[in-house]
């Protein structure tokens, strides 16, 4: 009999509908039942894709004994980390802070009170490799509870305060200079890969956001180091195993240096990142190898991520099965010898095993490989790779598919908005730009109130019961300010400000201009969480930044652009020191110390050829953050089209940064060089 979850949105909650054990989703009905039967709360969090999930499902939440067990002593919560931010990461903050490490599956033992005092991550259903059993934990838990309650209490008193005294050292108020953003450069430059590409050692992840600050500073400084870290590493990613040679696309990391073996779950917001990354490098060097990638991620995500409302889903599981009826990871990606000669005949066999670095002895496990393009001499015949990638690709298309996570969160649309609608524009493609404008919709017709509050997930069509978070707010209105420059459709920008306005009004700390992840009147938890540090998806603090700059430059408003210059005061302070982790706040940053420039390109009309050019120009200008807006002469679509008339009746753009404007121009060569200097 199905419990409490199978009445969620969560793909993840939904998977844990049918365990014998009694969950219940974060509720204060939950911790009610706690207080009532006295019992302490099991908090287990976790995401649809995550494998070591998956496998403590199957040995520990579907056991009955260990269910029964559960039922019996403990109010047993089930969180999707995806849907609740804010819950995970304050329980993540106390792990971390007690442990050392954390990951997922968290497993976190609270009061009714929702006081944490026991923690862990993945535990085994026996003792193994020094880790006791997940029994053993849990009557140990249930021990302390009843025997030693005085010394439970104290422990999650402690914690709790702890936690409330691990405030931000903001660093004031003010934004990074020239110095700051140097030094950053020079962190880098000593945790940069020379051989590989990339940052540190193993796991190696893909730093989009450290991209794209390079990819600015050099267009800002001319610093040529920035642009060969930031061309290298995509090269470097590009022909590794992280990248999906057959179907376009990057899994989530590399187990390696090398980026060979990845590990396989695919995410939308890493391919939302990496494919505006890759366009963003072609704009800047005319790399085919950046063209490509771009072209076949977007095409990826709108292939095998869009949803029959027109959002985009969260991931692609790790696992498939693998033809033998067990899940297994990587399954539907790799090749061995044997399967190449199948799908190809001996000749072609031999041929795809030597571009995509198919061995016999295997790179993955089981003598298969993970298809990758080592560097080579020889010159392949470029119409039979495309063929032998045609006949991959379809041969691959026959194998069970990974499962996918249909939920669509705010935050990775907004970014995938952004990547879609600038990649369509830079290589012709409006089909892309069509279906940036398609999520948008969808955001606005289901995530969006009658406040413009932002409700962070839905699913099918459905919205979930959760607010949006500080990440939502921020993410989005970046992809309606990419969709605004792009398809000149001024209510893309109005959008984006009715977002900025909730960051101001419920997000800032007035006091200092710090940012909260959740807003003033989100449910209260333990702790207000607050977490600067760009990760695997740019924060809530550097994501709000970026957009109140972008929105503050199209509308001229001083309040968002003071929240903004406040909020970058923790880039000053963090950026010299750990600059890998605070890639989207650096970037940030440089478009606020080149101005940003506005650019506002006028014409007859949007269907006129020479209005086309220009807007086509300002949209591939590399100056760090520009703004576009394009219009018909004397529209009131944007405000920066205000008195802005045509040049002896001739489509013009007017370039202004810091108070001070250019003359207009009708010649897009020289547009081009006051956007690129």
């Known amino acids: 009999m199905p419990n409490r979850l199978a009445h969620e949105t969560s793909p993840y909650l939904l998977q844990h509908a ?57 109010v047993n919560v089930k969180v999707d980390r995806e ?52 029994r053993q ?27 409330a005294g691990r405030e931000i050292s903001y660093g004031g108020t003010e934004a990074p200079g020239e110095q700051e953003l140097a030094q950053a450069l020079l962190g880098l430059t000593r945790e940069y890969d020379p051989q590989r590409g990339g940052f540190g050692g193993a796991p190696k992840f893909p730093p989009s956001m450290v991209i794209e600050f390079l990819l600015r500073h050099h267009a800002r400084t001319g610093a040529e180091g920035a642009l060969q870290m930031a061309q290298d590493t995509g090269e470097r990613m590009a022909r590794g195993g992280i990248y999906d040679q057959l179907g376009g696309g990057f899994a989530r990391y ?11 779950e695919k995410m939308l917001y890493d391919n939302a990142l990496l494919c505006r990354v890759y366009a963003h490098l072609w704009r800047a060097t005319g790399s085919d190898l950046a063209r490509r990638v771009a072209l076949e991620t977007a095409d990826f995500m709108v292939r095998e991520l869009r949803t029959e409302q027109g959002g985009f889903a969260s991931a692609l599981d790790a696992d498939s099965d693998d033809g033998t009826g067990r899940h297994v990871e990587g399954a539907y990606y790799v090749w061995t010898p044997g399967q190449l000669r199948e799908a190809l005949g001996d000749d072609d066999a031999e041929l795809a095993a030597r571009y995509f670095g ?34 991959l690709l379809e041969a691959r298309a026959s194998r069970p598919a990974p499962g996918r996570d249909d939920k669509v969160v705010a935050a990775w649309n907004g970014l995938a908005i952004a990547a879609l609608a600038e990649t369509g524009a830079y ?40 607010a949006g978070v500080l990440e939502d707010y921020g993410d989005v209105a970046e992809g309606f300010l990419a969709l605004a420059s792009v398809t000149g459709e001024g209510v893309w920008l109005d959008f984006a400000g009715f977002l900025l306005d909730h960051v101001l009004a419920r997000f800032v700390d007035e006091e200092s201009g710090a940012l909260y992840d959740t807003a003033a009147d989100a449910e209260r938890l333990i702790r207000r969480p607050q977490d600067p540090t760009d990760n695997a998806v740019p924060s809530g603090w550097s994501a709000a930044a970026g957009a109140l700059v972008g929105y503050a ?125």
Request: with cysteine; glycine share 6%; net charge negative.
């Open 18 to 74: 049918d365990n014998p054990v009694d969950w219940w989703p974060w509720s204060e009905e939950a911790f009610e039942e706690a207080r009532r039967s006295d019992r302490p709360v099991l908090l287990s969090v976790g995401y649809s894709s995550c494998h070591w999930c998956h496998v403590m499902a199957h040995e520990s939440f579907e056991d009955e004994a260990t269910a029964d067990f559960l039922n019996a002593h403990f």
């Open 83 to 134: 849907e609740r931010p804010d819950v995970d990461a304050v329980y993540m903050e106390a792990v971390q802070a007690a442990t050392g490490q954390g990951g997922w599956p968290m497993t976190v033992f609270l009061t009714p009170e929702a006081e944490p005092f026991y923690f862990g991550t993945y535990f085994p259903p026996a003792p193994r490799h020094g880790m006791p059993s997940f």
């Open 137 to 163: 934990v849990l009557e140990g838990v249930r021990s302390a509870w009843t025997d030693r309650r005085d010394e439970v209490a104290e422990v999650a008193g402690k914690i709790v305060r702890d936690l």
């Open 254 to 264: 590399s187990v390696d240096r090398d980026w060979v073996v990845p590990h396989f």
């Open 358 to 391: 198919v061995t016999e002895e295997g790179t993955f496990e089981e003598g298969a490989s993970v298809l990758q393009l080592p560097q080579r001499d020889e010159v392949f015949d470029a119409e039979r790779i495309a063929s032998v990638r045609a006949r």
């Open 427 to 466: 290589f012709d493609r409006p089909d892309l730009v069509e279906a940036a404008v398609g999520a948008a919709d969808l955001l606005v017709r289901v995530h969006f109130d009658d406040q413009a509050r932002l409700t962070r997930t839905s699913k099918d069509g459905r919205a979930g019961a959760n």
């Open 553 to 677: 430059a199209h509308t001229g408003s001083e309040p968002h652009r003071r929240a903004a210059e406040r909020a970058l005061g923790v880039v000053k302070a963090l950026g010299p020191r750990v600059p890998r982790f605070i890639g989207w706040g650096l970037a940030v940053a440089e478009a606020l110390l080149d101005g940003p420039r506005e650019v506002a390109v006028v014409g007859p009309s949007l269907s006129d050829e020479a209005t086309k050019t220009l807007h086509r120009t300002a949209l591939l200008g590399t100056a760090p953050g520009a703004v576009v807006a394009v219009g018909a002469a004397e529209s009131d679509e944007f405000p920066l089209l205000a008195d802005r008339p045509l040049q002896q009746g001739a489509p013009a753009a007017y370039v202004c940064r810091n108070f001070t404007c250019d003359a207009p121009t009708t010649d897009p060569e020289r547009l081009r060089e006051a956007l690129s200097s």
